[in-house]
């Protein structure tokens, strides 16, 4: 399952930068790695997220919402 993982986050690297090559504004590429934390209650099976899985995305995607610029965190 991993290797499928890598496999579809390659492609989905290869496609954005033709997308920033093509010079597609507002198109940001996030690693999400431990984004759902480190303790594995993240998601049932590595893919799919519980509750807890959703509030700690949730929260990361704000993150970097804010380091892009995009909103603030007040």
Partial sequence: MKANINTL??????EYTKMIEGRFDHIFYVNSKNATGDDHEG????????????????????????????????
Wanted: charged fraction near 25%; avoid cysteine; aromatic fraction near 16%.
């Fill in 43 to 74: 998601t049932v099976d590595g893919v799919h997220f519980t509750d807890l899985g959703f509030i700690r995305y949730a929260d990361f995607l704000i993150d970097k919402f804010v380091q892009f610029g995009l909103i603030t965190k007040e």
């Fill in 9 to 14: 986050n390659t492609a989905l690297k290869i």
